[in-house]
C-alpha cells in the first residue's frame, strides 16, 4: 500500500500488528510513504529512503512485476 499521508504512513506500518492481533488474520502487508515510491522509481536504494526502518518489511525486488 502507498499513501501520501505521513500519519496515515505511521499508523498503517506501526499499528499493523496490534490490527492483525485483533483480527486474528495476518496482513503482513507493507506500506510505503509516496516519496519512498518515487524514490524507488528513480533509482535510489531502499537504505538511501530508510525503507528499512518500516515495522512490515518492504522488499523492492517483490514489488518488481
Do not use: N, W, Y
Not at 483480527?23 to 518515487?38: A, F, S, T
Amino acid at each position: 500500500m502507498v499513501t501520501p499521508c505521513p500519519l496515515c504512513h505511521t499508523v498503517l506500518d506501526g499499528f499493523q500488528r496490534e490490527i492483525e492481533q485483533d483480527m486474528g488474520e495476518k496482513l503482513d502487508m507493507p506500506v510505503l510513504h509516496l516519496p519512498q515510491l518515487v524514490g524507488l522509481a528513480l533509482g535510489l536504494s531502499p537504505e538511501e529512503l530508510r525503507i528499512d526502518r518500516h515495522m512490515v518489511a518492504f522488499d523492492p525486488r517483490s514489488a518488481i512485476g
